[in-house]
């Protein structure tokens, strides 16, 4: 999803990732949360599932990304 980063101006991506592993199988669909050209995040980072809650909530959504 494409998402309004509050009190900037700017836009991030929320989504769903679902990559393959080292054996070509589906590793299961995660997290992440990406800032165009600069940094990306993951279920992995500190303090993600609450960034999460806190950033990428439907009131901030601004369209879905698939035409990305």
Known sequence: YLVSM???G???FC???NAKNGM???TGYRKFIAVPGAQAWTED???FAE???DICRPSR???PAAGF
Do not use: P, S
Request: aromatic fraction near 10%; glycine fraction near 28%.
């Open 24 to 26: 070509g199988g589906y």
């Open 15 to 17: 989504g769903h990732v």
């Open 61 to 63: 959504v601004l369209r």
């Open 51 to 53: 960034t999460w809650n």
């Open 10 to 12: 700017g836009v991030l």
């Open 45 to 47: 980072t500190e303090g």
């Open 6 to 8: 509050h009190g900037t």
